[in-house]
């Protein structure tokens, strides 16, 4: 069995051998960073402390109850490392099958594997990555061994298990959700990474330190991804050795990583600036600059999430009534980055760009609730007209109410002429569209109903 590099995972050392010992020496060699600084008890887990508490079941999975799970989460937030922790803790076997390569053959093998394997009084922990890209064929081999429990079955996915694993094999099994690691978490790795015996060192077996701006950077970059953090500090390792240094400095990590990520402050003035720089193009309809700005915002690790509520407030903020799909584009970009995470988000951010960017503008709305908030913090409002007021309850034909009401639906084009604002504020005018996109229509259709309302121009808004 081979790791997500394509090395031997260590995990796969023979039963007896594997024990919980540490790499050391020559077992070092080719083996990745991230590798080998995988967890090899469960309380050496980074995060998902929601899910590693007293009776939890990754606790109970490592204590040896037969069950199965899926763990659903974004890359590198340790669905791997959880597998191969629960065989090490129960001195199981560990089988590692990858959704994207494994055929209906591949899996039956392992499976008959795994009942040799059982006969002889060993459990097997079977790992599938990336499950969702199992078709229905692959799941149902998979259910007799899980309902049988002749494996222990822990199935990672990135995708929402209830729209891509049969109901089946789901339903016998645990859905855990799990979270992205936060940047405490990431810097708790680098600590382990740099002082641990398996982490980086010299090639005269000295640990490297690393310095507090390139720290910040690395965290930034990882974006919650433990796999990326080690992968880049191990990098960054091997250009300070070729630096003639034991720091890990911001240019020998640059230089790792091969990206200008020092020149995005995710929490500094280049974070708001550059989130200004994207919004203002964006309202300005320059789609490539929102598209620069927007790759350079995900280089520099900024959340998808913040970047997508952006994009909604923008929807209403700057476009509209000129484009009311926009907004509900902008929605379901945000709930396809919830839903399916990095990196395939990337390219529903990158819709929602090219569509708001392209859109027609028009803050015509944002004018029109912030007029008739600023009427209401000045207190104007009177009370409700009696005949729009409640007319469903016991007395209140006698206090007037719903007198003189005119049903809309019975009139000519639906519309009712009589008062609906309060006195105070009866000939007040808030929306104003402009000729822009949808509200063209908008604005024709409305002047014929504020004529068919007998609405008379106020003095702020002359018709």
């Not at 859905?175 to 015996?197: F, G, N, Q, S, V």
């Amino acid at each position: 069995m081979t790791d997500l590099f394509g090395n031997p995972d260590p995990a796969q050392a023979p039963v007896a051998a594997r024990g919980g010992g540490s790499l050391s020496g020559a077992q070092h060699e080719g083996v990745p960073l991230a590798v080998r600084m995988r967890p090899r008890t469960v309380d050496e887990i980074v995060g998902q402390q929601h899910l590693l508490g007293p009776g939890s079941p990754l606790r109970r999975l490592a204590d040896g109850q037969p069950m199965s799970v899926f763990l659903w989460g974004p890359p590198g937030v340790g669905k791997t490392t959880i597998a191969s922790v629960v065989s090490r803790a129960t001195n199981r076997r560990f089988v590692e099958l990858s959704g994207v390569t494994a055929g209906v053959r591949e899996v039956r093998a392992e499976l008959d594997a795994a009942k040799r394997e059982l006969a002889r009084g060993t459990g097997t922990v079977l790992f599938v990555d990336e499950v969702h890209r199992f078709n229905k064929a692959q799941q149902d081999v998979l259910l007799p061994a899980v309902e049988n429990r002749l494996v222990t079955l822990i199935a990672a996915t990135t995708e929402n298990p209830s729209f891509s694993v049969i109901s089946p094999l789901l339903s016998r099994s645990l859905l855990l959700t799990l979270k992205p690691l936060t940047d405490a978490d990431i810097d708790a790795l680098l600590d382990r990474a740099l002082t641990d015996e398996r982490g980086v060192r010299t090639p005269q077996g000295e640990p490297y330190s690393l310095d507090p701006d390139a720290r910040a950077t690395l965290v930034r970059l990882a974006g919650g991804d433990a796999r990326r953090a080690l992968t880049y500090l191990e990098e960054a390792s091997a250009s300070a050795s070729a630096l003639g240094s034991t720091t890990i400095t911001s240019e020998a990590l640059e230089l790792a990583v091969d990206k200008a990520a020092v020149r995005y402050d995710r929490d500094g003035d280049q974070h708001y600036d550059i989130i200004s720089a994207f919004i203002k193009s964006l309202r300005g309809s320059d789609v490539d600059a929102g598209l620069h700005y927007l790759a350079r915002m995900l280089a520099g690790g900024e959340d998808p999430r913040f970047i997508a509520r952006r994009l909604i407030i923008l929807a209403s903020e700057d476009i509209g009534m000129a484009a009311p799909s926009v907004l509900q584009t902008c929605v379901a970009a945000a709930q396809a980055v919830q839903l399916i995470g990095m990196p395939e988000g990337y390219l529903n951010l990158a819709h929602a760009v090219v569509a708001c960017a392209t859109a027609p503008k028009s803050n015509a709305v944002t004018l029109a609730i912030g007029k008739a908030q600023a009427d209401v913090a000045a207190g104007k409002g009177g009370p409700v007209p009696l005949h729009l007021r409640d007319a469903h309850y016991a007395g209140a034909k006698a206090l007037g109410h719903g007198k003189g009401y005119r049903y809309a639906h019975d009139h000519p084009h639906a519309v009712a002429r009589q008062q609906y604002l309060p006195d105070d504020l009866a000939h007040a005018r808030y929306y104003e569209p402009t000729t822009h996109g949808n509200e063209a229509a908008i604005s024709e259709r409305l002047e014929s109903i504020r004529a068919l309302l007998g609405r008379s121009p106020s003095a702020d808004h002359p018709e």
